[in-house]
């Protein structure tokens, strides 16, 4: 009898993928798991032993997990940044914002092992992240949508603050509450001063 496994002929690139894939899904479920590796490569339909090919351990699993989640922010800001497309930059910023903070705050471990389990961030986590807001910000303000900062500063105090904010969810804390405060405190700092 043929498996299901010995049909899937997939790219190391495309297996790798797969399994980083398994681990979120796994991670965002809250799902309890005493064996991450072993659960990792039955949510991916591949065997055990394929996790060692790509991994060396579940904490160099977690560093893939981290990279390919702050990647797509990073994406998502650099593609704001180099539109030449008109964008509505309130209504944009609202948007990042509250998607930032639904997916730091949904229950699951995926928040936890990007921002606290994983290795530590160094100059190709966090700081990507904040340089892709960055970028985002100074384009708003060339727009005139947003007031001369330092685009650097502002996108850093963002990122502290959505974290914040994510982190007050989860544990319980009224989630509107904080969506607001961190509308009015982006509009108190960034608005130019004929829209205050």
């Not at 590796?37 to 699993?61: N, R």
């Not at 998502?76 to 030449?84: D, K, N, Q, Y």
């Not at 949508?145 to 804390?173: K, M, N, Q, S, W």
Request: glycine residues 6%; contains cysteine.
């Amino acid at each position: 009898m043929v498996t299901s496994r010995s049909r899937r002929r997939l790219s190391p690139e495309a297996r790798r993928g797969e399994l980083i894939d398994a681990a979120i899904r796994l991670l965002r479920s809250g799902q309890e798991v005493t064996n991450w590796v072993q659960a990792v490569t039955a949510e991916a339909d591949a065997a055990k032993g394929t996790f060692y090919v790509y991994f060396s351990s579940w904490e160099d699993m977690l560093a893939a997990v981290r990279d390919h989640v702050l990647r797509d922010y990073v994406t998502r800001f650099h593609r704001l940044a180099e539109s030449t497309e008109p964008i509505d930059w309130w209504a944009t910023l609202d948007t990042e914002c509250a998607a930032a903070i639904e997916d730091i705050s949904r229950p699951g471990g995926l928040h936890a092992a990007v921002f606290h389990s994983a290795p530590e961030l160094t100059d190709g986590g966090r700081l990507d992240v904040v340089d892709a807001i960055a970028a985002a910000l100074r384009r708003g303000m060339a727009d005139g949508a947003f007031r001369p900062v330092d685009p650097h500063i502002a996108a850093t105090i963002l990122f502290t603050v959505l974290h914040g904010a994510a982190d007050a969810i989860a544990v319980g804390e009224e989630r509107q509450s904080w969506l607001e405060a961190v509308r009015d405190l982006a509009r108190q700092w960034l608005a130019p001063a004929n829209q205050q």
